[in-house]
């Protein structure tokens, strides 16, 4: 694994003039166009080291984005993580305690326990459970293309299919069983049930945190959703060659971190293949995990292994 610094192309800026929004919600945004249409949340900073969705929100707040139909809703999730940023550790501020993007049931918004992840999930849960369309804008560690995330409905796949060929974000994970490591955002609610009505809910991961071209993207993959829905006239057709053919894979397994000797057989940055049964990585006493078919194409694996966080993805390309 690469844990060399970083490069820092974008920096956070200060958000406090976004803090008091007008939905009694801090940090969230609404806009009613007064015309009948979809009400489509944009969410940026679920984690709070992903900067692009921060340059995202803030250009569609900053340049009078406002909606001809329907409602927009901008919220920015996660700014006491991203406040904690540091830049001689970008990445240590993720989240603070628990993962925000991974708490979205009944269990844990009703539950017990406290943390500032929990507290602002509570916070937004009528925000997200009143969007009708939902754009998560997330980033990765690793420099790799950018890539939409989604539970296996066509409703999702067929807008993502739609705006993917713009040229944007043309790679898919798919995820038939949901993410297997807790309850994302966009699994909230009715955007977790197949019966959950037309609602869709994708996300969007934009490329690797700090650069530029990762704002870029989130930016225009932002104004795309829009568009898609008919909140705003198309974007300009981008200066750039036709896209490139759109490419899906399945999620067959999310490994998790169980020791402290968590090892990959070999450097990975994502979307290296493995042949049936080949190691992928070792983890001390609790094993090996090894590719379970050909082709198996791994996905965001850690940069540095923490105990009980996300190790890898493992998926299968899917045909079509």
């Given at each position: 694994?690469?844990l060399?610094?970083?490069?820092?192309e974008?920096l956070p800026?200060?958000?406090?003039?976004?803090?008091?929004?007008n939905?009694?919600?801090?940090?969230?945004?609404r806009?009613?166009?007064?015309r009948?249409?979809?009400?489509?949340?944009?969410?940026a900073?679920?984690?709070?080291?992903?900067?692009?969705g921060?340059?995202?929100?803030?250009?569609?707040?900053?340049?009078?984005?406002r909606p001809?139909?329907?409602t927009?809703?901008?919220?920015?999730?996660?700014?006491?993580?991203?406040?904690?940023?540091?830049?001689?550790?970008?990445?240590?501020?993720?989240?603070?305690?628990h993962n925000?993007?991974?708490?979205?049931?009944?269990?844990?918004?009703d539950g017990?326990?406290?943390s500032?992840e929990?507290?602002?999930?509570?916070?937004?849960?009528?925000?997200?459970?009143a969007?009708?369309?939902?754009?998560?804008?997330h980033?990765?560690?690793?420099?790799?293309q950018?890539?939409?995330?989604?539970?296996?409905f066509?409703?999702?796949?067929?807008?993502a299919?739609a705006i993917g060929a713009?040229?944007?974000?043309?790679?898919?994970?798919?995820?038939?069983?949901?993410?297997?490591?807790?309850?994302?955002?966009?699994?909230?609610?009715?955007?977790?049930?197949?019966d959950?009505?037309?609602?869709?809910?994708?996300?969007?991961?934009?490329?690797?945190?700090f650069l530029?071209?990762s704002?870029?993207?989130?930016?225009?993959v932002?104004?795309?959703f829009?568009a898609?829905?008919?909140l705003?006239?198309?974007p300009?057709?981008?200066?750039?060659?036709?896209?490139?053919?759109?490419?899906?894979?399945e999620?067959?397994?999310?490994?998790m971190?169980?020791?402290?000797?968590f090892?990959?057989?070999?450097?990975?940055r994502?979307?290296?293949?493995?042949?049936?049964?080949?190691?992928?990585?070792?983890d001390g006493?609790?094993?090996?995990i090894?590719?379970p078919c050909?082709?198996?194409?791994?996905l965001?694996?850690?940069?540095?292994?923490?105990?009980?966080?996300?190790?890898?993805?493992?998926?299968?390309?899917l045909?079509?």
């Amino acid at each position: 694994m690469d844990l060399s610094p970083p490069a820092l192309e974008v920096l956070p800026r200060d958000l406090s003039a976004y803090r008091a929004g007008n939905t009694g919600v801090p940090y969230v945004h609404r806009f009613d166009s007064g015309r009948p249409g979809p009400h489509v949340l944009i969410n940026a900073l679920t984690h709070g080291n992903e900067i692009c969705g921060m340059v995202a929100a803030t250009h569609l707040l900053d340049s009078g984005v406002r909606p001809k139909i329907g409602t927009l809703t901008v919220s920015f999730a996660h700014v006491e993580a991203y406040e904690a940023f540091r830049a001689d550790e970008p990445f240590a501020n993720r989240q603070l305690v628990h993962n925000l993007n991974r708490i979205w049931s009944d269990e844990w918004l009703d539950g017990l326990e406290h943390s500032p992840e929990l507290r602002r999930a509570r916070e937004l849960r009528p925000v997200v459970a009143a969007a009708d369309h939902i754009l998560d804008i997330h980033s990765t560690s690793q420099a790799v293309q950018p890539f939409w995330v989604y539970p296996a409905f066509e409703r999702n796949a067929r807008a993502a299919l739609a705006i993917g060929a713009r040229g944007q974000v043309t790679v898919h994970l798919v995820m038939p069983q949901g993410l297997g490591s807790g309850t994302p955002l966009i699994q909230h609610g009715r955007h977790g049930r197949a019966d959950g009505g037309a609602g869709v809910a994708l996300v969007a991961e934009c490329g690797q945190h700090f650069l530029r071209a990762s704002a870029d993207t989130a930016t225009a993959v932002a104004l795309d959703f829009l568009a898609h829905f008919g909140l705003i006239e198309p974007p300009s057709p981008p200066a750039r060659p036709p896209a490139a053919p759109q490419r899906r894979f399945e999620l067959l397994q999310t490994c998790m971190v169980r020791t402290p000797a968590f090892r990959f057989a070999r450097p990975l940055r994502g979307f290296e293949t493995f042949a049936r049964g080949e190691l992928i990585a070792t983890d001390g006493e609790a094993g090996e995990i090894r590719a379970p078919c050909d082709g198996c194409t791994v996905l965001m694996p850690t940069r540095q292994p923490i105990v009980g966080r996300e190790a890898v993805y493992l998926s299968r390309p899917l045909a079509g």
